[in-house]
Antibody, heavy 122, light 109 residues
């Protein structure tokens, strides 16, 4: 079974750093990109960026460029999303998703991780 | 940047009725559009890819259509478990980024 399993919920203070993880199993981890998606409380889905685990090449949404870092360790089939200095506005659910993509333009997310809730509060 | 606009924002229907959800792109995305379902407290789930292909395990009552800028997700006869939020999604080649629509909430009337 193809699945992505994310790390558990986090409660942090403003200014703290954080790294959350997404571990893939049941498929060749380096054959598919991983994307990260934010969902703020009661809001919709926002694409943050993606990584190619085979070479760690990344794309970021302009809205998130410089605010987060996406990385991967292919030896343990795990992707990461990290912040160096959290803000209260980073409070949200964060999902990882495996990306199907081909050169024709076909692109979709399946499956998704279960989500990691990040709460930033003083 | 391609913007996806979903309508209506909220759709109130009864079980057994037909649901028609719309997603309009600000420029052509060919047929490269996906639909997702999200229930409260759950991660999104892929329903439709490439505008009209059902994902594995998705019931036949779900269908997608459209190309270019106008797309439709149709649920032929609503089941109680179909009441959820639905999102469309596409990827632009340049700049290379993914975009989601703002979502349509399908609620029980």
């Amino acid at each position: 079974e193809v699945q992505l399993v994310q790390s558990g919920a986090e409660v942090k203070k403003p200014g703290e750093s954080l790294r959350i993880s997404c571990k893939g199993s049941g498929y060749s981890f380096t054959s598919y990109w991983i994307s990260w998606v934010r969902q703020m409380p009661g809001k919709g889905l926002e694409w943050m960026g993606r990584i190619d685990p085979s070479d760690s090449y990344t794309n970021y949404s302009p809205s998130f460029q410089g605010h987060v870092t996406i990385s991967a360790d292919k030896s343990i089939s795990t992707a990461y999303l990290q912040w160096s200095s959290l803000k209260a506005s980073d409070t949200a659910m964060y999902y990882c998703a495996r990306v199907y993509y081909d050169s024709s333009g076909s692109n979709w997310f399946d499956p998704w991780g279960q989500g990691t809730l990040v709460t930033v509060s003083s | 940047e391609i913007v996806l606009t979903q309508s209506p924002a909220t759709l109130s229907l009864s079980p057994g009725e037909r649901a028609t959800l719309s997603c309009r792109a600000s420029q052509s995305v060919s047929s490269y559009l996906a639909w997702y379902q999200q229930k409260p407290g759950q991660a999104p789930r892929l329903l439709i890819y490439d505008a009209s292909n059902r994902a594995t395990g998705i019931p036949a009552r779900f269908s997608g259509s459209g190309s270019g800028t106008d797309f439709t997700l149709t649920i032929s006869s609503l089941e109680p478990e179909d009441f959820a939020v639905y999102y469309c999604q596409q990827r632009s080649n340049w700049p290379p980024e993914d975009t989601f629509g703002q979502g349509t909430k399908l609620e029980i009337k």
